[in-house]
């Protein structure tokens, strides 16, 4: 967490206290949700440096002399009566103490009650490429692209497949359009309430671009695009369709940029792409689940 800056210091200002040191850069947060525009992660293990003490590092805390972080225990009640009786309220109250501060600690630490994630029986393939549909783009797009791009990531808070195709026409040396595809398992934390942000609200954070929620795909999904061509020799036509099933989220993204340069000076309306992606999206979560 940063430090605000300093105010100035008063001009008859004592001369045996220190010069205000510049404030701590804001550092960035540990869990940056990818968008389509999302800066490269900074570094998430970077420390904050002391005002006042810059670059000189500090002895570790020692646990045992820290105060608990929920405030003081509160003391226990008086024995009264016979001394059994009265030890027995005694150390009733001790552990109700103890007890509450695991649980709290407990809370705290795994971020939740510790239920298990809900992954709707999802694997993520090796080889995205393979494992996804998008034959219903194969119609306009004839060509095979012979070296898609993929990479897969295996992980105890996320797994994810990731493919990246190049289409292309009849007889187009270069690609005509790109189409992506991601799927993610989130096995630590809901993605819910981020997807949710994310994409409903996606035309607040991106100007012109459409937002439409879209039914019978999973818990939620959202359709994204935008169409800014204009007659057949400029502009771009692109539409992603994102979508969350309990803890796991996929995404299939197309784009078609039109320039004087471009050999494809007839892409496919809009409508038919959006058609395509919820067509294709359907059978693929279709097929990689158990």
Not at 13 to 24: G, H, I, K, T
Not at 33 to 47: C, E, H, L, T
Not at 200 to 213: A, E, I, L, Q, T
Request: proline content about 12%; hydrophobic content about 30%; overall charge negative.
């Amino acid at each position: 967490m940063s430090t605000p800056p300093q105010s100035p210091q008063p001009a008859d200002q004592s001369p045996q206290q220190p010069a205000p040191q510049p404030a701590v850069p804001p550092q960035p947060t540990a869990y940056s949700y990818p968008g389509p525009q999302s800066a490269p992660p900074g570094n998430f293990y970077a420390q904050p440096t002391l005002v006042g003490h810059p670059g000189q590092p500090q002895p570790p805390a020692n646990p045992y002399t820290q105060a608990p972080p929920y405030g003081p225990a509160p003391a226990p009640p008086p024995a009264t009566g016979g001394g059994g009786a009265g030890r027995a309220v005694l150390w009733a109250a001790v552990g109700a103490v103890v007890a509450s501060a695991a649980w709290a600690g407990g809370v705290f630490l795994l971020g939740g009650t510790g239920g298990s994630a809900d992954l709707r029986g999802y694997t993520a393939p090796a080889n995205m490429c393979s494992s996804a549909d998008y034959s219903s783009f194969k119609d306009e797009y004839t060509q095979d692209d012979s070296a898609p791009t993929r990479t897969s990531l295996k992980d105890q808070a996320l797994d994810e497949s990731y493919c990246s195709v190049n289409l292309k026409k009849t007889g187009s040396s270069y690609a005509d359009a790109y189409l992506y595809m991601q799927l993610d398992l989130h096995k630590k934390t809901d993605p819910g309430p981020e997807f949710t942000a994310t994409w409903k609200n996606y035309g607040d954070s991106h100007k012109d671009y459409d937002v439409d929620p879209v039914e019978g795909i999973g818990d939620e999904a959202y359709l994204v695009s935008q169409d800014t061509s204009s007659g057949s020799s400029s502009g771009s036509r692109y539409a992603t369709l994102a979508v969350r099933d309990g803890w796991v989220t996929y995404t299939m993204s197309y784009s078609a940029y039109l320039s004087s340069y471009s050999q494809d000076k007839t892409p496919p309306a809009l409508t038919d792409v959006t058609d395509w992606l919820k067509t294709d999206a359907r059978t693929t979560l279709r097929q990689l689940r158990d």
